[in-house]
């Protein structure tokens, strides 16, 4: 029903930028929210940064000041900057998006394939 296709990730350097960007098809009446989280080896699934339709943000408080979520909602797209990395944001990278099916049913998550993020000392 839908579809989470994920770019972007790949293998810089600290202190480089890296861009994701995670698009939305399929069927469907809205989407709530889209956003990021991310998986460590070892580690808890956690969020990174969601924008809701409603244009607010929430960030995890380690990448506040460096990464930026932005949404295309004529796209059904998010983005994610990742500015001024870190070794410590090494990890999986999941989109994910509240979408809302039909309108007497109650929104569920999706999620994407997951991109490799790797930053190197």
């Known amino acids: 029903q839908v579809q989470l296709v994920e770019y972007g990730g790949g293998l810089v350097q600290a202190g480089e930028s890296l861009r994701l960007s995670c698009a939305a098809s399929g069927r469907f009446l809205s989407i709530m929210s889209m956003g990021w989280y991310r998986q460590a080896p070892g580690k808890q699934r956690e969020l990174v940064a969601v924008g809701s339709s409603g244009d607010s943000t929430t960030y995890v408080d380690s990448v506040k000041g460096r990464f930026t979520i932005s949404r295309d909602n004529a796209k059904n797209t998010v983005y994610l900057q990742m500015n001024s990395l870190k070794v410590e944001d090494t990890a999986v990278y999941y989109c994910?998006?509240?979408?809302?099916?039909?309108?007497?049913?109650?929104?569920?998550?999706?999620w994407g394939q997951g991109t490799q993020v790797t930053v190197s000392s």
């Open positions: 994910n998006a509240r979408v809302r099916i039909r309108w007497y049913e109650n929104p569920s998550d999706y």
